[in-house]
């Protein structure tokens, strides 16, 4: 239950702020001055509100919670802001509860935009796990499921080898075979993910829709985010029942190794990890991770905190009224 901004001090040394939130799932940086989060019951916006050039407390952004919709317990996971045909930019999620991707309502928990072609109908039955979603020309365009199940639950029993990429405008199924794919992400003309189950990094091949894994990773992977020629890949523990069974957990044991709960760094361009970061304590999994462009040392205020709210989100009082 905690959202993390990492960044560098001054002084060279890791900088790291962490505020607490109910489930924070998916995440998606618009700006460096803008980010979207999806939770248990909540979408939020969060804000920076720290002018050019200036810094609040050695830190170049400071986030604050801005606005949050009440969506209840949906099982939100990816989250973006798109356009859906020709409607504006908007808020769109993976509505995992009800397998189908939506977006907000000021009437209504979610308003449903989408579904697979194997779903018969929107129940609240999680039936294909339905995870990841991809941005293509500010449009959805791939998502990942867990399988191609009908019925409630029925993901679980395809875990290993069940999971799909469907094509969010044909509607056709693009890549099979996969185990527990998440985090679709199409960058330099290709549509990268993480095919979990296997704890592997790669990219679908355009022609054959063939999976073709780039890098290994000593954990269950969700998350994915680029920056020039790198991929920052998050990386989880496996919980017992729901990662058990899998070809991830054999290879691990195969190895010798734990997974690990952490950030791996990898050049997308020759398969080589460059950087980590591992996470340790009471947190062992991640969902997401963003890049906020051009920022070095970010912050988050939280939802309590009136004082240090007060000084940086108050206007100039100079002006007159």
């Not at 939130?21 to 940086?29: E, I, N, Q, S, T």
């Not at 072609?117 to 039955?125: A, D, G, N, T």
């Not at 791939?142 to 290993?160: F, K, L």
Request: net charge neutral.
């Amino acid at each position: 239950n905690r959202l993390f901004f990492i960044g560098v001090k001054s002084d060279g040394s890791l900088g790291v702020t962490m505020r607490t939130f109910d489930r924070p799932m998916g995440l998606y940086a618009t700006s460096s001055d803008s980010l979207t989060m999806a939770t248990r019951y909540q979408v939020w916006q969060l804000e920076n509100m720290v002018e050019k050039d200036q810094l609040f407390k050695g830190r170049d952004k400071m986030y604050v919670p801005r606005r949050s919709w009440l969506i209840g317990q949906l099982d939100a996971h990816d989250i973006a802001i798109a356009r859906w045909g020709s409607d504006n930019q908007q808020i769109i999620f993976v509505n995992t509860l009800f397998n189908c991707l939506a977006t907000l309502s000021d009437r209504y928990s979610f308003v449903p935009l989408w579904k697979p072609p194997f779903i018969s109908k929107l129940v609240p039955e999680d039936r294909c796990h339905l995870n990841g979603l991809a941005i293509v020309d500010g449009q959805p365009s791939y998502v990942t499921a867990c399988s191609q199940s009908d019925v409630v639950d029925g993901w679980r029993e395809q875990r290993r080898n069940g999971g799909c990429i469907i094509h969010v405008p044909s509607k056709e199924i693009i890549a099979t075979g996969l185990s527990m794919p998440h985090s679709p992400r199409f960058y330099q003309n290709k549509l990268w993910l993480l095919n979990s189950g296997k704890g592997e990094f790669g990219y679908i091949e355009q022609k054959t829709g063939k999976f073709q894994p780039i890098a290994f990773f000593d954990g269950y992977l969700r998350g994915l985010t680029f920056w020039q020629d790198y991929a920052i890949v998050g990386l989880s523990k496996l919980r017992e029942q729901t990662f058990s069974g899998l070809a991830l957990e054999e290879k691990l044991t195969q190895k010798g190794v734990e997974a690990f709960c952490g950030l791996q760094v990898i050049n997308w361009k020759t398969g080589n990890i460059v950087h980590w970061l591992r996470v340790e304590g009471i947190i062992t999994e991640l969902y997401d991770v963003a890049v906020l462009p051009r920022v070095r040392y970010p912050g988050c205020i939280g939802l309590q905190e009136s004082e240090e709210l007060r000084r940086v989100a108050t206007r100039d009082l100079s002006v007159e009224i």
